[in-house]
């Protein structure tokens, strides 16, 4: 079965600084990665998304995350956080077979960001 | 085009009321989902469907139903709702690689 873990629930950066928000996986087929953001009670944004090639890949709101198959990891970076990035991020895992659709989610990541 | 819609936004139920979620895409999606979202918890799927007549369940099914008539419409409905059930439910879209989220209901059983 396929699973996400986001072993950070919350995370406070000030607003400036780099940002690294991890995600580690478990799926045995190639997996599609994805990281959403969530801000407070509004539905999810897409904010990039991994299936192949390379492996580094870079989303909306200069966000970026790197694939480390060895690592099953597949952390978001961004190099300066601005206070309007402060929300909740998810990440999700799915599959070539099982399409999008059916992605698990992580419990997802808390972000505050110090003025 | 309008991506996916949730009606109503807010609901307030009794234990033992049902009601249907209503969800509806017009981005001629074949795949749909719902999902509930509860603190701490993510998102857990609870039924999911790859086309018009065909559905099937996800993480959390109990106390749901699902039917997908046309590729457009895809409610959820509450047989007898439960505390339990208290949670914010979004509905999903997706063309193969990407999942279109809805606003989500934000439902309450007393």
């Known amino acids: 079965a396929q699973s996400v873990t986001q072993p950070d629930i919350h995370i406070t950066v000030s607003e400036g600084a780099s940002l690294e928000l991890r995600c580690n996986y478990s799926?045995?087929?190639?997996?599609?990665l994805f990281w959403y953001v969530q801000s407070p009670g509004q539905g999810l944004q897409l904010l990039l998304k991994?299936?192949?090639?390379?492996?580094l890949v870079q989303g909306i709101k200069g966000f970026e995350a790197e694939f480390k198959r060895s690592q099953s990891s597949f952390n978001l970076r961004k190099p300066s956080v601005h206070w309007s990035d402060a929300a909740e991020y998810f990440c999700?895992?799915?599959?070539?077979?099982?399409?999008?659709?059916?992605?698990?989610f992580g419990d997802g990541t808390t972000l505050t960001v110090k003025p | 085009n309008a991506g996916v819609t949730q009606t109503p936004k807010f609901q307030v139920l009794k234990t033992g009321q049902s009601m249907t979620l209503q969800c509806a895409q017009d981005?001629?999606?074949?795949?749909m989902s719902w999902y509930r979202q509860d603190p701490g918890m993510g998102l857990r799927l609870i039924h999911y469907?790859?086309?018009?007549?065909?559905?099937d369940q996800g993480e959390v099914p109990n106390g749901y139903n699902v039917s997908r008539s046309t590729t457009e419409d895809f409610p959820l409905r509450l047989l007898s709702a439960a505390p339990s059930q208290t949670s914010v439910y979004f509905c999903?879209?997706?063309?193969?690689?990407?999942?279109?989220f809805g606003p989500g209901t934000r439902l309450t059983v007393l």
């Open positions: 999903a879209s997706s063309a193969y690689n990407e999942q279109f």
């Open positions: 799926y045995g087929a190639t997996p599609y």
């Open positions: 991994y299936f192949s090639g390379d492996t």
């Open positions: 999700a895992v799915g599959s070539l077979s099982t399409n999008a659709g059916k992605s698990t």
């Open positions: 981005m001629n999606h074949e795949y």
């Open positions: 469907s790859v086309g018009a007549g065909i559905t």
